[in-house]
Every structure is written in C-alpha cells, then in structure tokens.
C-alpha cells in the first residue's frame, strides 16, 4: 500500500455517485462507513450545485459490524425508496463495505421492489472511478434496455432519409465532475444543428430513466468520452445495431473528422474542410507571424486518455508545437496513448502516481504543461506556465462562463488557454532581463511570482553556494544564468554541472557555462 497526498481517481463507487447525480429520477443506496460520504463534497464544492448527489449511505459504525449489517442495508433501501420514490434504484457498496460481503445489490433485488434495480459490484481494489462510471452507466442502460433488444438487428442509421425528418443523434458521455462537460454538449449540439441534425437523448447528464428508454430511437451514437460511454455504445451497437462514432471533436482537424464520419455514417454529404478556418480562430493564428514565436515550444501532457490525445494531436499538427512527454492516468486507454506517443518517438507515461508524472515532467524540461490540477501544482515549483486540460481539476476550471473544448469554440478556447500562459512566459522572461532597469524596483513580481522577475531570488538563494558535489556557482556564472529564460534555465543548469564534473572543475563561471553550451551543442 502506497500513502499519497493526491490521487488521479477516485474509487468506483465515486464513479457510480457521478452517474445517479448527473441523472434525474435515478437514486443511488451506497453500503458505506460513515467516513466515504467525504464524495458528497466533490459535487458541491466543485461543480458548486445547489444539492446533494442523489445518494443514501448506509453509514454502518464499527459497533455495526457485531450485528445483522444485511438487515441495516435493506431498512436503508426501504426507506430511501420511501422517501424519493425513484425511477430507478442503483445498489452497491464501498471498498470498505465491500471487505463485510453483504452484497447489498442481492438483498435489495430480493425485496419486491416495482422499480428497475441496477445491482452494481465495482471492484473497488482493482479499478478505479471512471471504470466505474463507465461500468454503472453500461449496467443502467442494460438493465433499462435488455427487454427492447430485437431479436434481429434491422437498424439502418439511413432511415431518417425514408421517413422525411431530420437524422437523430444521441450525445453519450458527459457526466457531473467530467472536463467542461456541460459546455461541450451546448455545443456539439448547436454544431449538429447547424449541419441539420437532431440530438435525440444526452446521457448520463440530464437525463432520465425514460430518456434511457428513447435511446434506440436514434439513428446514430455520438461517443463523445470514451471513458465513460464506449462500452455503453459498444453494447447498444450488438443490441440494436445501433453505430457510434469513434472521433471526439476537439480541435479543428478532429471536429472536421468527426463532422465527416457523422455525415458518412448518416449518408448526408460531408461539409466543406474550410469550416473550421471561417469558425476558428486557431487556425488563422497558426498561419500567422505572431505564431512563429510558438513554433517548436517544448509541451508535456498528461491527463485522461480522450484529453491527451486530443491535445497531443493539436500540439502536434495545429500549433507546430514539439511534444516531449505524453502519458495517462487512464490504464484503460493506456494502448491508444503509447501508439500516439510511439508516433511521435516517445514512450508514453501509463502512471497514477503524480511524483512520478512530476519527475518525467522535470526530466523533459517542457516549456508549456498541459495537465491536470496535480500537474498545475507541480509546473508551479518547476516556474513553469501550465493549462489545466483535464480531470482532476479544481473549482477554478469549472467556470461560470460557457467555455466548452469540443468544436469550433472549443478550439477557440483552447487556443486562449494554451497560448496565452507561453505569452505570459515570454513577458517573464523580458522582465528576468530587465529586471536592474531603473522601473523594475526590488520586490517586483509578475503572474509567476517565484519563478521569475525579482522573485527569482528564491532560485538564487538556493543555487549559489556549496552543491553536494563540492561544484560552486561564481556570481559571474549566476548572473550569466539569469539571462536565460526561465523555461529552460533548469535543464541548463544541470548539464552545465554535468559538464563541470566530467571536466574536473570546481567552480561555475560563465566561462564554463559557455563551454558547456558549445559540449551540448556539438
């Protein structure tokens, strides 16, 4: 067992909470301890709703566990279905519950209830929360379904054309506590719309046991996260013969594909590829002069696998960045991630442990951090800039305003997020320069504080001196130092020193600095 401050994902059962919140008329009896209600706290302070998951714990106590703890869970079950008379009742238990056996999911299917029961088993040791969202959304929708299964799958996604209305689509993935969920469907259903296409049903988010039931009506699956929806998608394809699309639409060349495999898939003629060029921003700047500055940037990624890939893809063909790191916290996209990071020479980071994502990052000396909320914090003691682009993220990425990733307005979001923070690094570095001149006065800060302007004191204070290895910085080598930019002032440092020991020198003047550069370089 490994203690850790900070973990990527939550257990399953927090999964499954993420599933009965984001639905309506859908209720969730957890077999818990007191102590793994803490996940209430995610939907509340995070999202910043205005109720509670729709959630009964069992909330057993130690005294508990020396009396009939299967007799606890049904009287629990009893009365929240008194209480909120539920479309439909999902059962499971807590890793720790899991260690008593009462299988909940079983007592309560034996109780003679009228509602659908969705008895859930998440293995709480060996998979984590998005596997079970996944899982939980996958056995609601079986169990809602497994009786309007045809007995043989005459589904044509090209019905809509014989019918004389508009092609039908449902939207699958988005769920409470998903990156910029929200935003995403507004608008991938206004980018449907404008092409002519309906959105039947989005679920999990907003929906309810009877938009479940509407599923089959549609002409086409939309899989707009894997994580939580392929699975649920694969099952009504083998039901229904349902399709469903395997491109998610953020960036311009990705939103053009998934335009173009929904129109291919509906038989409607695939729109212009000039679309996203009159839609986008991105584009335009791309091809611009100021973007010159941008060409080459060093990025580390790491987030969920649908996150990192797509910003992989728009580093790397949209923005002319270099990718020198790409990895996951998502074992179960961890293929589709090491064959991204194999085409591009790298070898992918298939990791939940955040001091190692923070080590690869230090290693790779990136100039930009595409990551998580764990990876924010970890670009701040490097003094690097970072964009949050994934889950886990903090209240401050669940904004107010619209501000979607997927579409065309995503890639104008994307683009304010990811350019802006290299910008802001090249003004840190202009004021490292200037930092002497007569209007920079000592205690002088900007948007990175420590890292650069008159904060860098912080660096020198802990660099000038006596290194373990005997290698002392002169000053004339510190102030030499100081006029690279900060980005890539670390790994400069190190080879300079690694330089220094394999030439027998004590001392760091700039001298050696440049000697240094001139081994490197060669």
């Given at each position: 067992?490994?203690?850790?401050?900070?973990?990527?994902?939550?257990?399953?059962?927090?999964?499954?909470?993420?599933?009965?919140?984001?639905?309506?008329?859908?209720?969730?009896?957890?077999?818990?301890?007191?102590?793994?209600?803490?996940?209430?706290?995610?939907?509340?302070?995070?999202?910043?709703?205005?109720?509670?998951?729709?959630?009964?714990?069992?909330?057993?106590?130690?005294?508990?566990?020396?009396?009939?703890?299967?007799?606890?869970?049904?009287?629990?079950?009893?009365?929240?279905?008194?209480?909120?008379?539920?479309?439909?009742?999902?059962?499971?238990?807590?890793?720790?519950?899991?260690?008593?056996?009462?299988?909940?999911?079983?007592?309560?299917?034996?109780?003679?209830?009228?509602?659908?029961?969705?008895?859930?088993?998440?293995?709480?040791?060996?998979?984590?929360?998005?596997?079970?969202?996944?899982?939980?959304?996958?056995?609601?929708?079986?169990?809602?379904?497994?009786?309007?299964?045809?007995?043989?799958?005459?589904?044509?996604?090209?019905?809509?054309?014989?019918?004389?209305?508009?092609?039908?689509?449902?939207?699958?993935?988005?769920?409470?506590?998903?990156?910029?969920?929200?935003?995403?469907?507004?608008?991938?259903?206004?980018?449907?719309?404008?092409?002519?296409?309906?959105?039947?049903?989005?679920?999990?988010?907003?929906?309810?046991?009877?938009?479940?039931?509407?599923?089959?009506?549609?002409?086409?699956?939309?899989?707009?996260?894997?994580?939580?929806?392929?699975?649920?998608?694969?099952?009504?394809?083998?039901?229904?013969?349902?399709?469903?699309?395997?491109?998610?639409?953020?960036?311009?060349?990705?939103?053009?594909?998934?335009?173009?495999?929904?129109?291919?898939?509906?038989?409607?003629?695939?729109?212009?590829?000039?679309?996203?060029?009159?839609?986008?921003?991105?584009?335009?700047?791309?091809?611009?002069?100021?973007?010159?500055?941008?060409?080459?940037?060093r990025v580390f990624i790491f987030g969920d696998g649908t996150h990192a890939l797509a910003a992989a893809r728009i580093c790397k063909q949209e923005l002319g960045f270099e990718v020198v790191g790409l990895g996951t916290y998502s074992r179960e996209m961890a293929r589709p991630v090491r064959a991204a990071a194999k085409?591009?020479?790298?070898?992918?980071?298939?990791?939940?442990?955040?001091?190692?994502?923070?080590?690869?990052?230090?290693?790779?000396?990136?100039?930009?951090?595409?990551?998580?909320?764990?990876?924010?914090?970890?670009?701040?003691?490097?003094?690097?800039?970072?964009?949050?682009?994934?889950?886990?993220?903090?209240?401050?990425?669940?904004?107010?305003?619209?501000?979607?990733?997927?579409?065309?307005?995503?890639?104008?979001?994307?683009?304010?997020?990811?350019?802006?923070?290299?910008?802001?690094?090249?003004?840190?570095?202009?004021?490292?320069?200037?930092?002497?001149?007569?209007?920079?006065?000592?205690?002088?800060?900007?948007?990175?504080?420590?890292?650069?302007?008159?904060?860098?004191?912080?660096?020198?204070?802990?660099?000038?001196?006596?290194?373990?290895?005997?290698?002392?910085?002169?000053?004339?080598?510190?102030?030499?130092?100081?006029?690279?930019?900060?980005?890539?002032?670390?790994?400069?440092?190190?080879?300079?020193?690694?330089?220094?020991?394999?030439?027998?020198?004590?001392?760091?003047?700039?001298?050696?600095?440049?000697?240094?550069?001139?081994?490197?370089?060669?």
């Open positions: 067992m490994q203690l850790t401050l900070w973990t990527y994902e939550g257990p399953p059962h927090v999964g499954a909470m993420r599933i009965a919140a984001s639905m309506e008329g859908v209720h969730y009896v957890l077999h818990a301890p007191q102590g793994d209600t803490y996940a209430d706290l995610l939907f509340t302070m995070i999202e910043r709703r205005d109720q509670r998951p729709p959630v009964t714990y069992t909330t057993f106590q130690a005294r508990d566990l020396g009396g009939d703890t299967a007799e606890l869970v049904k009287r629990h079950v009893r009365e929240a279905v008194d209480r909120f008379q539920p479309d439909a009742l999902l059962v499971g238990e807590s890793c720790t519950a899991e260690l008593i056996q009462d299988q909940p999911g079983s007592l309560a299917a034996g109780m003679g209830l009228t509602m659908p029961i969705v008895n859930l088993e998440l293995p709480a040791y060996s998979k984590k929360e998005n596997w079970g969202a996944a899982e939980t959304f996958y056995q609601l929708v079986r169990t809602l379904l497994k009786d309007q299964a045809p007995a043989e799958l005459t589904h044509d996604p090209k019905a809509w054309q014989n019918q004389g209305r508009r092609p039908r689509v449902n939207l699958l993935g988005p769920s409470l506590l998903g990156f910029r969920c929200r935003d995403d469907v507004l608008e991938i259903q206004r980018l449907l719309s404008m092409h002519g296409i309906d959105v039947g049903v989005v679920a999990p988010l907003g929906a309810t046991v009877a938009d479940v039931h509407r599923l089959p009506e549609a002409d086409l699956n939309v899989c707009l996260y894997p994580e939580i929806a392929e699975s649920t998608c694969a099952w009504l394809e083998r039901s229904f013969g349902i399709p469903f699309t395997s491109t998610v639409p953020i960036g311009i060349g990705a939103t053009q594909d998934f335009l173009v495999e929904v129109h291919t898939l509906l038989g409607m003629t695939p729109p212009s590829p000039q679309e996203g060029i009159r839609q986008s921003r991105l584009p335009w700047y791309s091809e611009s002069v100021d973007s010159t500055y941008l060409t080459g940037k085409a591009m020479g790298l070898e992918a980071l298939i990791s939940d442990d955040y001091l190692a994502v923070e080590a690869a990052m230090a290693a790779a000396s990136p100039e930009l951090v595409l990551g998580t909320q764990m990876e924010r914090h970890s670009a701040k003691r490097l003094g690097l800039p970072c964009a949050v682009i994934s889950t886990p993220m903090h209240v401050q990425d669940v904004p107010a305003r619209n501000s979607p990733q997927m579409g065309w307005e995503g890639a104008n979001v994307i683009f304010d997020s990811w350019v802006h923070p290299l910008m802001m690094g090249l003004e840190e570095h202009l004021i490292g320069m200037f930092r002497h001149d007569f209007e920079f006065v000592d205690g002088h800060q900007s948007h990175l504080g420590h890292a650069g302007g008159s904060g860098a004191a912080a660096e020198t204070e802990v660099a000038v001196g006596t290194l373990e290895n005997e290698l002392v910085w002169t000053a004339d080598g510190e102030a030499e130092l100081k006029k690279i930019p900060f980005f890539v002032r670390g790994k400069v440092r190190r080879n300079t020193e690694t330089f220094a020991k394999s030439t027998g020198r004590n001392q760091i003047d700039s001298e050696t600095l440049y000697d240094a550069k001139a081994h490197f370089s060669a």
